[in-house]
């Protein structure tokens, strides 16, 4: 019986470890925590025959046959290297999941933007009669699909560039590129690596779309992508490549692939860079052969996505907006830049590398208060001093930032109080999904 052994018990390695297990492998998962519920899946998990080892590090042998990563393990660690000069096969969740999923894929890479593209899509695909689960970063793990009984029609995966650095193969019928802009350098050394390692998905795509508005991905051009569908809100004459197989707003209407889809008017959502995840997800749908009555419904019932500038109540006539996931200062910057001014900026956590000055440029001009919590709150207070910015205040935690936001928003006749803190979160939460459901639940237990 063939060795594997999978890293990481999060919902990724649970599902790869079925996944192998089913396929008649002998599973071994580490992980190098140990808590109560840590301790509840590795009970439930040895009554399916899964040995699981809580609280050390791997270290890898001869006898394994396959290492499966989760998304959030370097790929660089001591024992990945050792694995791989002993000769062991290591690769991704996303990988393993690839080579049992017969389905045609979309991959969605990106720095920002990755999220409400891969949820437009999905709600098109699901409009159109197609079971096309989202997942990887959002929704099921990949492998979980893998397992279930019934097969997907489409595979729609927001793709990391984790994922994508611990994926061989992996190649989408569709592959879409967002954003480009330095992120996660601590993991990646350099922003060219960065962005080889995105391309990578891209080169293996059939169809490429990418976003022509975004500056870096524009510099690199038809050069590098000379048969991409490209996109851009700036109307056809600002379209790179050929402007008959990419997607641009004209007169107020989304127009790909030469056919106009609907109006641009009609996706609920603020800001220019939704209107760009906009053009994007028309151009796959279509690009896939989804009807364009069915891109329109979907399109103009689409609710949003959660922490990406989700509106969660109103209070004195201030809205409180939940943008948690704007990890990196220039999400961060997209989303203070999308509200109403004058706005109260909660900002904070875990402190990320980085450009910031657009960032800080854009909370001189917009916020009337910003309320620091987290590690990154001293590093942050810093560099407003150093911007001539002194309406901040340090708050540490949540429950202070939304008192203090409240009182603060009334002070100053202010719009909106957003929480967007250009940080990730694992300085206080598990991730930025408990961060802004934290964020959600005081709003509507204090200010209702």
Not at 268 to 289: D, I, P
């Amino acid at each position: 019986m063939p060795i594997a052994h999978i890293i990481g018990l999060g919902k990724s390695g649970i599902a790869a470890a079925r996944l192998l297990k089913r396929q008649g492998w002998e599973i071994t998962l580490s992980d190098r925590s140990s808590s109560p519920n840590l301790l509840k899946q590795q009970q439930e998990l040895a009554t399916e025959g899964i040995k699981v080892e809580l609280g050390k590090s791997f270290q890898p042998d001869e006898s394994i046959q396959l290492i499966v990563v989760s998304p959030g393990v370097p790929w660089d660690i001591p024992a990945l290297i050792q694995a791989r000069k002993l000769g062991i096969e290591t690769i991704g969740e996303m990988e393993l999941a690839w080579r049992y999923l017969k389905s045609p894929w979309v991959g969605i890479t990106g720095t920002n933007g990755k999220t409400t593209t891969t949820a437009l899509i999905a709600a098109i695909f699901a409009e159109a009669g197609l079971y096309a689960p989202a997942c990887g970063n959002i929704g099921y793990a990949a492998c979980e699909l893998a397992l279930a009984e019934k097969q997907p029609d489409w595979v729609i995966a927001e793709i990391s560039s984790y994922q994508i650095e611990s994926s061989s193969s992996l190649a989408p019928r569709i592959g879409i590129w967002t954003t480009f802009t330095p992120d996660h350098l601590s993991r990646h050394k350099t922003l060219e690596n960065y962005y080889n390692i995105k391309a990578k998905l891209l080169k293996k795509s059939q169809f490429q779309v990418l976003n022509g508005d975004d500056p870096y991905l524009r510099q690199q051009g038809v050069d590098h992508w000379p048969d991409a569908c490209w996109t851009s809100v700036k109307g056809e004459t600002e379209l790179l490549g050929d402007a008959a197989f990419g997607a641009y707003i004209k007169d107020g209407w989304v127009i790909a692939q030469n056919q106009q889809i609907l109006p641009a008017d009609a996706l609920k959502m603020v800001g220019e860079h939704n209107l760009q995840n906009l053009l994007m997800a028309v151009a796959a749908t279509n690009l896939a052969r989804i009807d364009k009555s069915a891109i329109a419904q979907a399109i103009s019932k689409f609710p949003g996505v959660a922490h990406r500038l989700e509106h969660i109540c109103t209070w004195e006539g201030i809205d409180f907006i939940n943008d948690s996931k704007a990890t990196n200062y220039d999400a961060a910057q997209v989303g203070l830049a999308s509200v109403s001014a004058p706005a109260i900026l909660i900002a904070g956590g875990d402190p990320k590398e980085g450009e910031d000055s657009a960032w800080i440029d854009t909370i001189k001009a917009k916020a009337v208060g910003v309320l620091l919590i987290g590690d990154a709150a001293g590093i942050f207070s810093d560099r407003l001093e150093q911007a001539n910015y002194n309406a901040w205040e340090i708050v540490e935690t949540m429950e202070r930032a939304i008192k203090r936001a409240a009182e603060l928003g009334k002070q100053n006749n202010a719009k909106v109080v957003l929480l967007s803190p250009a940080c990730a979160s694992f300085d206080q939460y598990q991730n930025f999904e408990e961060r802004g459901d934290h964020f959600r639940q005081l709003c509507l237990d204090t200010l209702a």
